[in-house]
């Protein structure tokens, strides 16, 4: 059993950085596949990004390619979700989730198994 703990979200004006971060209670992120997804109200819950982090590799949206950038703390067991140049389509509450690692690209929500409170984040205009 893994408990993730997200945050770092909040209220930043368009254009605007933040940072998310994920921990895992108890325990380290290895072997696992490390996500960020995002659910905006009356929408779906949505990928955003997902790192491994036995190797380091990441994927991510289209929509943020160029603008969100995914990494691990290996010294702190932690994963990072820097969000530059915000939009308001970026405003949802943001979700880290995690699975068993694996080779293929998981970007679906029922792919993972363990998830984060949430953590809000808005982009003002």
């Known amino acids: 059993q893994v408990q993730l703990v997200d945050s770092g979200g909040g209220l930043v004006q368009v254009g605007g950085s933040l940072r998310l971060s994920c921990a895992a209670s108890?325990?380290?992120?290895?072997?696992?596949?490390v996500g960020w997804f995002r659910q905006a109200p009356g929408k779906e819950r949505e990928f955003v990004a997902a790192?491994?982090?036995?190797?380091?590799?990441?994927y991510y949206a289209d929509s943020v390619v160029g603008r969100f950038t995914i990494s691990r703390e290996s010294t702190k067991g932690t994963v990072l979700l820097q969000m530059n140049s915000l939009k308001p389509e970026d405003t949802a509450v943001y979700y880290c989730?995690?699975?068993?690692?694996?080779?293929?690209?998981?970007?679906?929500?029922?792919?993972?198994?363990?998830w984060g409170q949430g953590t809000q984040v808005t982009v003002s205009s």
């Open positions: 989730a995690a699975r068993t690692d694996t080779v293929f690209r998981r970007t679906r929500p029922n792919e993972y198994d363990y």
């Open positions: 108890g325990r380290t992120f290895s072997p696992y596949l």
């Open positions: 790192i491994r982090w036995s190797v380091g590799s990441t």
